[in-house]
Protein backbone atom coordinates (compact mmCIF):
# COMPACT_ATOMS: atom_id res chain seq x y z
CA UNK A 1 0.00 0.00 0.00
CA UNK A 2 2.98 2.41 0.41
CA UNK A 3 3.59 2.48 -3.23
CA UNK A 4 0.10 3.33 -3.91
CA UNK A 5 0.14 6.05 -1.41
CA UNK A 6 3.59 7.44 -2.82
CA UNK A 7 1.90 7.46 -6.33
CA UNK A 8 -1.15 8.90 -5.40
CA UNK A 9 0.45 11.62 -3.78
CA UNK A 10 2.89 12.36 -6.95
CA UNK A 11 -0.09 12.39 -8.87
CA UNK A 12 -2.23 15.00 -6.83
CA UNK A 13 1.11 16.79 -6.75
CA UNK A 14 0.98 17.59 -10.45
CA UNK A 15 -2.37 17.13 -10.75
CA UNK A 16 -2.98 20.47 -8.44
CA UNK A 17 -0.89 22.78 -9.78
CA UNK A 18 -2.62 21.98 -13.39
CA UNK A 19 -6.14 22.18 -12.65
CA UNK A 20 -5.30 25.74 -10.93
CA UNK A 21 -3.61 26.81 -13.78
CA UNK A 22 -6.53 25.78 -16.22
CA UNK A 23 -9.00 27.47 -13.88
CA UNK A 24 -6.98 30.88 -13.76
CA UNK A 25 -6.66 30.73 -17.76
CA UNK A 26 -10.15 30.66 -17.49
CA UNK A 27 -10.93 34.17 -17.13
CA UNK A 28 -8.99 34.81 -20.49
CA UNK A 29 -10.85 32.91 -22.40
CA UNK A 30 -14.23 32.49 -21.30
CA UNK A 31 -14.80 36.02 -21.92
CA UNK A 32 -12.57 35.75 -25.61
CA UNK A 33 -15.31 33.01 -26.58
CA UNK A 34 -18.41 33.87 -25.23
CA UNK A 35 -19.52 36.53 -28.00
CA UNK A 36 -18.67 32.95 -30.14
CA UNK A 37 -21.31 31.01 -28.30
CA UNK A 38 -23.02 28.09 -30.39
CA UNK A 39 -27.08 27.34 -29.63
CA UNK A 40 -27.45 23.65 -30.19
CA UNK A 41 -30.78 22.26 -30.18
CA UNK A 42 -34.59 23.77 -29.62
CA UNK A 43 -35.20 25.74 -26.68
CA UNK A 44 -36.69 23.67 -23.90
CA UNK A 45 -38.91 25.57 -21.38
CA UNK A 46 -37.06 25.44 -17.53
CA UNK A 47 -38.41 22.96 -15.57
CA UNK A 48 -38.79 25.23 -12.16
CA UNK A 49 -38.30 28.94 -13.61
CA UNK A 50 -40.31 30.92 -16.70
CA UNK A 51 -38.02 30.92 -19.82
CA UNK A 52 -36.32 28.91 -21.65
CA UNK A 53 -33.05 26.91 -21.42
CA UNK A 54 -30.70 26.37 -24.68
CA UNK A 55 -27.53 24.41 -24.76
CA UNK A 56 -24.97 27.25 -25.52
CA UNK A 57 -21.71 26.13 -26.34
CA UNK A 58 -18.52 27.82 -26.45
CA UNK A 59 -16.64 26.96 -29.57
CA UNK A 60 -14.23 24.44 -29.71
CA UNK A 61 -11.15 26.07 -29.08
CA UNK A 62 -12.47 26.92 -25.64
CA UNK A 63 -14.07 23.59 -25.50
CA UNK A 64 -11.80 22.90 -22.09
CA UNK A 65 -13.90 25.86 -20.58
CA UNK A 66 -17.50 24.89 -21.93
CA UNK A 67 -20.39 23.01 -20.32
CA UNK A 68 -21.32 20.02 -22.52
CA UNK A 69 -24.28 19.10 -19.94
CA UNK A 70 -25.40 22.28 -19.08
CA UNK A 71 -23.79 25.46 -21.42
CA UNK A 72 -23.66 29.32 -20.45
CA UNK A 73 -27.34 29.03 -19.50
CA UNK A 74 -26.97 26.92 -16.67
CA UNK A 75 -29.12 23.88 -15.42
CA UNK A 76 -32.28 22.90 -16.99
CA UNK A 77 -34.32 23.53 -13.99
CA UNK A 78 -34.12 27.29 -14.08
CA UNK A 79 -32.28 27.83 -10.39
CA UNK A 80 -29.19 29.70 -12.06
CA UNK A 81 -31.52 31.87 -14.43
CA UNK A 82 -33.83 32.77 -10.40
CA UNK A 83 -30.48 33.37 -8.48
CA UNK A 84 -27.74 34.40 -11.18
CA UNK A 85 -26.15 37.52 -10.14
CA UNK A 86 -27.14 40.23 -12.48
CA UNK A 87 -30.16 41.31 -14.16
CA UNK A 88 -32.23 39.61 -17.50
CA UNK A 89 -30.88 35.97 -15.20
CA UNK A 90 -29.03 33.05 -17.47
CA UNK A 91 -29.13 35.86 -20.44
CA UNK A 92 -26.72 37.98 -18.94
CA UNK A 93 -23.34 38.06 -20.35
CA UNK A 94 -21.95 38.11 -16.66
CA UNK A 95 -24.26 35.77 -15.74
CA UNK A 96 -22.95 33.65 -18.54
CA UNK A 97 -19.00 34.78 -17.10
CA UNK A 98 -20.11 33.90 -13.97
CA UNK A 99 -21.23 30.39 -14.64
CA UNK A 100 -18.79 29.45 -16.81
CA UNK A 101 -15.49 31.04 -15.10
CA UNK A 102 -16.33 31.43 -11.65
CA UNK A 103 -19.15 28.58 -10.95
CA UNK A 104 -18.49 26.07 -13.05
CA UNK A 105 -14.44 26.57 -14.18
CA UNK A 106 -13.00 24.59 -17.07
CA UNK A 107 -15.84 22.41 -16.34
CA UNK A 108 -15.24 20.40 -19.07
CA UNK A 109 -12.49 18.58 -17.61
CA UNK A 110 -14.43 16.03 -16.11
CA UNK A 111 -15.09 14.86 -19.87
CA UNK A 112 -11.55 14.26 -20.42
CA UNK A 113 -9.38 11.17 -19.79
CA UNK A 114 -6.52 12.91 -17.78
CA UNK A 115 -8.60 15.17 -15.77
CA UNK A 116 -11.64 12.23 -15.05
CA UNK A 117 -12.02 8.98 -14.61
CA UNK A 118 -14.58 6.74 -16.73
CA UNK A 119 -16.05 4.38 -14.38
CA UNK A 120 -17.62 2.16 -16.51
CA UNK A 121 -14.02 1.64 -18.48
CA UNK A 122 -12.00 0.80 -15.32
CA UNK A 123 -11.71 -1.92 -12.59
CA UNK A 124 -11.00 -0.86 -9.23
CA UNK A 125 -9.69 -1.74 -5.33
CA UNK A 126 -10.05 0.41 -2.25
CA UNK A 127 -8.32 0.25 1.04
CA UNK A 128 -10.54 1.22 4.45
CA UNK A 129 -13.97 2.21 4.33
CA UNK A 130 -16.01 1.05 1.21
CA UNK A 131 -18.70 3.79 2.58
CA UNK A 132 -17.37 7.87 3.54
CA UNK A 133 -19.80 10.10 3.58
CA UNK A 134 -20.11 13.77 5.19
CA UNK A 135 -23.24 12.64 7.25
CA UNK A 136 -23.41 12.02 11.12
CA UNK A 137 -21.56 8.88 12.10
CA UNK A 138 -21.42 7.80 8.13
CA UNK A 139 -17.22 8.90 8.70
CA UNK A 140 -14.49 7.06 7.62
CA UNK A 141 -11.18 6.46 5.59
CA UNK A 142 -10.68 5.48 1.86
CA UNK A 143 -8.23 5.23 -0.51
CA UNK A 144 -9.38 4.35 -4.14
CA UNK A 145 -7.23 3.05 -6.74
CA UNK A 146 -9.40 2.96 -10.95
CA UNK A 147 -7.70 1.79 -13.61
CA UNK A 148 -8.10 2.13 -16.95
CA UNK A 149 -9.17 -1.54 -18.83
CA UNK A 150 -7.94 -0.62 -22.57
CA UNK A 151 -5.03 2.22 -21.36
CA UNK A 152 -3.85 1.26 -17.91
CA UNK A 153 -4.20 4.46 -16.51
CA UNK A 154 -4.24 4.94 -13.29
CA UNK A 155 -6.79 7.46 -11.31
CA UNK A 156 -6.47 7.70 -7.47
CA UNK A 157 -8.51 9.31 -5.31
CA UNK A 158 -8.40 9.54 -1.00
CA UNK A 159 -11.91 10.76 0.76
CA UNK A 160 -11.75 11.35 4.88
CA UNK A 161 -14.43 12.11 7.00
CA UNK A 162 -13.60 12.89 10.64
CA UNK A 163 -16.82 14.16 12.84
CA UNK A 164 -15.94 16.03 15.40
CA UNK A 165 -19.22 17.58 16.81
CA UNK A 166 -22.77 16.67 16.01
CA UNK A 167 -22.80 18.86 13.27
CA UNK A 168 -19.21 19.51 11.76
CA UNK A 169 -16.14 17.34 10.60
CA UNK A 170 -12.73 17.59 8.97
CA UNK A 171 -13.15 16.63 5.19
CA UNK A 172 -10.23 15.59 2.96
CA UNK A 173 -11.26 14.82 -0.70
CA UNK A 174 -8.00 14.40 -2.79
CA UNK A 175 -7.76 13.15 -6.35
CA UNK A 176 -10.37 11.62 -8.21
CA UNK A 177 -13.68 11.03 -7.10
CA UNK A 178 -15.00 7.66 -7.64
CA UNK A 179 -16.25 5.97 -4.92
CA UNK A 180 -16.94 2.02 -4.71
CA UNK A 181 -20.88 2.42 -4.88
CA UNK A 182 -19.89 3.86 -8.53
CA UNK A 183 -19.42 0.96 -9.91
CA UNK A 184 -22.89 -0.79 -8.68
CA UNK A 185 -24.90 2.05 -11.15
CA UNK A 186 -26.23 2.12 -14.61
CA UNK A 187 -24.88 4.15 -17.46
CA UNK A 188 -26.68 3.28 -20.55
CA UNK A 189 -28.93 6.18 -19.91
CA UNK A 190 -26.18 8.56 -19.88
CA UNK A 191 -23.40 7.96 -20.91
CA UNK A 192 -21.58 10.80 -19.71
CA UNK A 193 -22.70 10.33 -16.09
CA UNK A 194 -19.71 8.20 -15.63
CA UNK A 195 -17.29 10.37 -15.72
CA UNK A 196 -16.04 11.31 -12.16
CA UNK A 197 -13.64 14.52 -11.78
CA UNK A 198 -10.87 15.46 -9.79
CA UNK A 199 -11.34 17.23 -6.84
CA UNK A 200 -9.05 18.91 -3.71
CA UNK A 201 -10.90 19.97 -0.98
CA UNK A 202 -9.57 20.63 2.56
CA UNK A 203 -12.42 21.59 5.01
CA UNK A 204 -12.35 21.40 8.95
CA UNK A 205 -14.93 22.82 9.72
CA UNK A 206 -17.63 21.50 6.67
CA UNK A 207 -21.12 21.03 7.51
CA UNK A 208 -22.49 17.77 7.96
Partial sequence: ??????????????????????????????????????????????????????????????????????????????????NAPFGLGAYHWFSQLWWLAIRNPANNMRFHPWFSCPVAECDYRYWGDGSVEDRPGEGGRRLLLATHKATGRRYYGFYGVWQWSDTRALVIQLGFKPEPSDWAEDYSSDPTAQWKGLTFEVNPWKSI
Avoid at 17 to 43: K, Q
Avoid at 57 to 80: E, I, Q, T
Fill in 1 to 82: MTSHILRAALQWALFLPLRLTLILLGFLVVPAALPLLAIEGPAIPFSQAPGNWRLAKLPAWAWLWSNDRDGALGDKRGWWHL
